[in-house]
């Protein structure tokens, strides 16, 4: 079965430094991973993702998300925090060698950006 | 264009009452996906439409839920008898691909189910 871990329920990062959120991740073949962000009252918002290639993956609002195949994470960074960037941040995976399997999604993060 | 919508946006329901919850999928996506969202928690799968067809209802908790597509478009998911563990955000979501591949998903605001 495939399951997403965050182990950081929050995260707290001042303005214009940089930040991390971490996600590591289990599936028993080759993974699909997404990163999504969630602000409050609204619906899921697609950042990132990873499927193939450059295993340094450059997505919205000036976000990266490194795939680290060994160490089976997939970090979302961003080198300068916005107080705007203050949400709820959820990683998620998708077996690939299995056909159609559904999102599974880790319990989420919360960036708080101090200015 | 228009994202993806649902309605209402919350709902209060007296435990055992009936419910049904409405998506309006991004036009011209052929796959729609239903997720129900405890408080504190990341969404979990509930089941899959491409265009009409129901291919995986395998997080469906219980006999009590049922999502249905009649159209290939709109969705609605019913939810009967609704009990207090049934609260939780109800996440719709539209992918543009056929089955679950490596596209991925535009989500609606969401429904805030309250049952008390």
């Known amino acids: 079965a495939q399951s997403v871990a965050q182990p950081e329920d929050q995260v707290n990062v001042a303005e214009g430094n940089p930040l991390t959120v971490k996600c590591t991740y289990s599936?028993?073949?080759?993974?699909?991973l997404f990163w999504y962000v969630q602000y409050p009252n609204r619906g899921l918002q697609f950042l990132l993702k990873?499927?193939?290639?450059?295993?340094l993956v450059k997505g919205s609002y000036g976000f990266e998300a490194e795939f680290n195949k060994s160490q089976t994470s997939f970090h979302l960074k961003k080198p300068s925090a916005l107080v705007s960037d203050s949400a709820l941040y959820f990683c998620?995976?998708?077996?690939?060698?299995?056909?159609?399997?559904?999102?599974?999604f880790g319990k989420g993060t919360r960036l708080s950006v101090i200015a | 264009g228009a994202g993806v919508s649902q309605s209402p946006r919350y709902k209060v329901a007296k435990r055992g009452q009936d419910v049904a919850l409405r998506c309006d999928p991004i036009?011209?996506?052929?796959?729609l996906f239903w997720y129900q969202q405890a408080l504190g928690q990341g969404p979990e799968f509930l089941t899959y439409f491409q265009n009409e067809a129901q291919l995986d209802k395998s997080g469906l908790p219980s006999d009590r839920f049922f999502a249905e597509r009649p159209e290939g478009s709109v969705s609605t998911l019913k939810i009967q008898r609704t009990q207090q563990e049934d609260s939780a955000v109800y996440l719709c979501?539209?992918?543009?691909?056929?089955?679950?591949?490596?596209?991925?998903?535009?989500f609606g605001p969401g429904t805030r189910l309250t049952v008390t």
């Open positions: 979501a539209s992918s543009l691909a056929t089955g679950l591949a490596s596209y991925e998903q535009y």
């Open positions: 599936v028993s073949g080759n993974p699909y």
């Open positions: 990873y499927i193939t290639g450059d295993n």
């Open positions: 998620a995976v998708r077996d690939m060698s299995w056909g159609n399997t559904p999102l599974v």
């Open positions: 036009s011209g996506h052929v796959s």
